[in-house]
């Protein structure tokens, strides 16, 4: 997955001083967020070349079903005896008194300018055409698929970076007001310190706790920077460029997944698995193609030219047409051929298998945490609760003697952290639902637009 390269980018960025213009910006939904990323992404324009390459090398493998068609034209000078008898045939100069013994023994030299077509056409190529254009079509096939699943795993990253973004976002909100609350109550407590009402052994160590709150704020602000900032790098826009974002994450409507169901998908679907079984067709065709190597080979050929001494004079036309067949009796390299064609295609048979336990692996892995996320939401969600009422019930309390100055700030920071273990559950079960999806090979955009509906985005 790209979490890790999502996770690395962003400690990069964090140091990052970018000026974020909160004013009327643009809003900025998952939909327009994946859209964005799906134009800009250089992995998937990658794999769209690969596409391109594939169905330039299918014509090339093609072009052996075509007839070839050269333009041949040359230009020589000679007195070999040989050379200089067939020169005069082919410009119709010969004479009688060409045939004095002196002339054909020690002629004198002559020129000769030739200028032609030549056509080759393969009727029966032992086969080596056909196995070669079809191995290349399921290279074209296996291309697609590459770059299918490289378009869901831009959508995979672009669903991974914006949840995160907006979890950073309802954070640092949620944060900033605890903070607030905080500096609040020490500066009340501060002032009963200095009239005598409060311990100063609790002040101090609510300075403390205090503190703790202001670096949870500052971290957080400027993971809020990086993130959006890693948002405009995935979209190719400017760093500095700011746009509005949803400050919640819906949880009621994240669906639960059934393994086999979700494992029979993926087998069935995942391009990637789909991308390595083409290329093992491919390799097979190349097997055949090896194979069938001891097969004749058949083909038609053509020459015509005209031959003169010199540029304007008049000179003769000749044509040879014939057909041409060969049969390899020893060819010691086929054997070698066949073994390396059928190695390959098993290899890739064991890269296939690999990859389909690689996939149940995951998916059985990330189900397990999904259902974690899930049981532990409810526990978080009731410990937010409890929290809130805590701190609800704590400051009249403190207000009124009966708690420190530390008990209550102590309230706000489990309050704190009660929140972000929800709010970070929520975005796991969301996120969780988007691998699953991706696992599966199903992350595509009806999945999209339903997972943002689901999330309320």
Same mark, same amino acid.
């Given at each position: 997955?790209?979490? &890790?390269?999502?996770?690395?980018?962003?400690?990069?960025?964090?140091?990052?001083? +970018?000026?974020?213009?909160?004013?009327? =910006?643009?809003?900025?939904?998952?939909?327009? #967020?994946?859209?964005?990323?799906?134009?800009?992404?250089?992995?998937?324009?990658?794999? &769209?070349?690969?596409?391109?390459?594939?169905?330039?090398?299918?014509? @090339?493998?093609?072009?052996?079903?075509?007839?070839?068609?050269?333009? +041949?034209?040359?230009?020589?000078? =000679?007195?070999?005896?040989?050379?200089?008898?067939?020169?005069?045939? &082919?410009?119709?100069? #010969?004479?009688?008194?060409? #045939?004095?013994?002196?002339?054909?023994?020690?002629?004198?030299? &002559? @020129?000769?300018?030739?200028?032609?077509?030549?056509?080759?056409?393969?009727?029966?190529?032992?086969?080596?055409?056909?196995?070669?254009?079809?191995?290349?079509?399921?290279?074209?096939?296996?291309?697609?698929?590459?770059?299918?699943?490289?378009?869901?795993?831009?959508?995979?990253?672009?669903?991974?970076?914006?949840?995160?973004?907006? =979890?950073?976002?309802?954070?640092?909100?949620?944060?900033?007001? +605890?903070?607030?609350?905080?500096?609040?109550?020490?500066?009340?407590?501060?002032?009963?310190?200095?009239?005598?009402?409060?311990? $100063?052994?609790?002040?101090?160590?609510?300075?403390?706790?205090?503190?703790?709150?202001?670096?949870?704020?500052?971290?957080?602000?400027?993971?809020?920077?990086?993130?959006?900032?890693?948002?405009?790098?995935?979209?190719?826009?400017?760093?500095?460029?700011?746009?509005?974002?949803?400050?919640?994450?819906?949880?009621?409507?994240?669906? !639960?997944?059934?393994?086999?169901?979700?494992?029979?998908?993926?087998?069935?679907?995942?391009?990637?698995?789909?991308?390595?079984?083409?290329?093992?067709?491919?390799?097979?065709?190349?097997?055949?193609?090896?194979?069938?190597?001891?097969?004749?080979?058949?083909?038609?050929?053509?020459?015509?030219?005209?031959?003169?001494?010199?540029?304007?004079?008049?000179?003769?036309?000749?044509?040879? +047409?014939?057909?041409?067949?060969?049969?390899?009796? #020893?060819?010691?390299?086929?054997?070698?051929?066949?073994?390396?064609?059928?190695?390959?295609?098993?290899?890739?048979?064991?890269?296939?298998?690999?990859?389909?336990?690689?996939?149940?692996?995951?998916?059985?892995?990330?189900?397990?945490?999904?259902?974690?996320?899930?049981?532990?939401?409810?526990?978080?969600?009731?410990?937010?609760?409890?929290?809130?009422?805590?701190?609800?019930?704590?400051?009249?309390?403190?207000?009124? $003697?009966?708690? !420190?100055?530390?008990?209550?700030?102590?309230?706000?920071?489990?309050?704190?952290?009660?929140?972000?273990?929800?709010?970070?559950?929520? =975005?796991?079960?969301?996120? !969780?639902?988007?691998?699953?999806?991706?696992?599966? $090979?199903?992350?595509?955009?009806? @999945?999209?637009?339903?997972?943002? @509906?689901?999330?309320?985005?």
């Amino acid at each position: 997955m790209r979490h &890790h390269i999502l996770s690395i980018i962003t400690v990069g960025l964090m140091m990052t001083s +970018v000026s974020w213009a909160e004013d009327q =910006t643009p809003p900025l939904s998952l939909e327009l #967020f994946t859209q964005k990323v799906l134009a800009y992404y250089p992995g998937l324009k990658a794999a &769209h070349g690969d596409v391109d390459v594939a169905l330039a090398r299918q014509m @090339q493998a093609k072009a052996g079903f075509w007839p070839t068609l050269d333009l +041949v034209a040359g230009y020589k000078v =000679t007195n070999d005896p040989v050379d200089v008898f067939g020169t005069l045939l &082919h410009q119709e100069r #010969f004479t009688s008194s060409d #045939f004095d013994l002196k002339r054909l023994n020690t002629p004198d030299r &002559h @020129q000769d300018l030739s200028a032609g077509v030549r056509l080759d056409l393969p009727l029966f190529d032992a086969m080596q055409t056909i196995y070669r254009a079809r191995a290349a079509g399921e290279n074209v096939k296996a291309a697609g698929s590459d770059e299918a699943f490289t378009r869901m795993e831009a959508r995979l990253m672009a669903q991974d970076a914006y949840l995160n973004a907006v =979890t950073l976002r309802e954070l640092a909100m949620v944060v900033n007001e +605890v903070c607030k609350s905080a500096d609040a109550d020490l500066q009340k407590a501060k002032d009963l310190k200095d009239r005598g009402m409060v311990l $100063g052994a609790d002040y101090y160590a609510a300075r403390v706790m205090s503190g703790e709150l202001t670096r949870v704020k500052n971290d957080l602000a400027r993971q809020d920077k990086a993130m959006r900032a890693l948002l405009n790098i995935m979209m190719g826009e400017s760093m500095a460029k700011a746009w509005a974002l949803p400050v919640s994450l819906q949880a009621e409507d994240v669906p !639960s997944e059934d393994a086999s169901a979700l494992m029979t998908m993926a087998l069935a679907r995942r391009p990637d698995l789909q991308a390595l079984e083409l290329r093992l067709k491919a390799l097979d065709m190349d097997v055949s193609r090896a194979r069938a190597g001891d097969l004749p080979r058949v083909s038609v050929f053509a020459d015509a030219a005209g031959d003169r001494d010199k540029v304007f004079s008049s000179g003769g036309k000749n044509f040879t +047409v014939g057909l041409k067949g060969e049969l390899a009796l #020893f060819d010691p390299a086929r054997a070698g051929r066949v073994r390396e064609a059928q190695a390959r295609a098993q290899r890739l048979g064991y890269e296939i298998q690999s990859l389909k336990d690689d996939i149940q692996r995951a998916i059985t892995g990330e189900l397990a945490r999904q259902e974690a996320w899930r049981d532990n939401l409810v526990v978080f969600k009731s410990m937010s609760e409890d929290a809130r009422q805590a701190v609800t019930f704590m400051v009249p309390l403190y207000s009124e $003697g009966r708690r !420190s100055i530390k008990d209550l700030i102590e309230a706000r920071r489990a309050y704190l952290q009660a929140v972000e273990a929800y709010d970070k559950a929520v =975005t796991g079960l969301w996120l !969780s639902r988007g691998r699953l999806l991706f696992m599966a $090979g199903a992350l595509d955009e009806d @999945q999209m637009k339903q997972l943002t @509906q689901g999330a309320g985005l």
